[in-house]
């Protein structure tokens, strides 16, 4: 079982930028695959990125690529998630969340995913 909290989140204007954070505590971090999800008022959650357990890959929806950057830190057991030029589509509240050990498959389908954090709120003004 491995427990994750989020941090980072605010209030920032269109364009800015904000990096998430999602420490992770438990066993077996460095061998899970990582992703990060959204979900905003009204609207089903969505995946925004995600990275495999060793870091070599990476994964991204559409609606953020070239903007967002997934990473870890697996000796701080910490994924991050730098945002850049956000829009105020970008708000939400965003979820780090953890495959079971060793799973690289369907990384950005949240139904494959085992353990969840409690989330952070992003809102982006215009």
């Known amino acids: 079982q491995v427990q994750l909290v989020e941090s980072g989140g605010g209030l920032v204007q269109a364009g800015a930028s904000l990096r998430l954070s999602c420490a992770a505590s438990g066993r077996m971090f460095s061998n899970r695959s990582m992703g990060w999800f959204r979900q905003a008022p009204g609207k089903e959650r969505e995946p925004v990125a995600a990275i495999t357990w060793s870091g070599a890959g990476t994964y991204y929806a559409d609606s953020v690529k070239g903007r967002f950057t997934i990473s870890r830190d697996n000796a701080k057991n910490t994924v991050y998630l730098q945002m850049s030029s956000l829009k105020p589509e970008d708000t939400a509240v965003y979820y780090c969340?953890?495959?079971?050990?060793?799973?690289?498959?369907?990384?950005?389908?949240?139904?494959?995913?085992?353990?969840w954090g409690q989330g952070t709120q992003v809102t982006v003004s215009s």
């Open positions: 969340a953890a495959k079971p050990p060793w799973s690289v498959y369907e990384l950005l389908d949240g139904t494959f995913y085992a353990n």
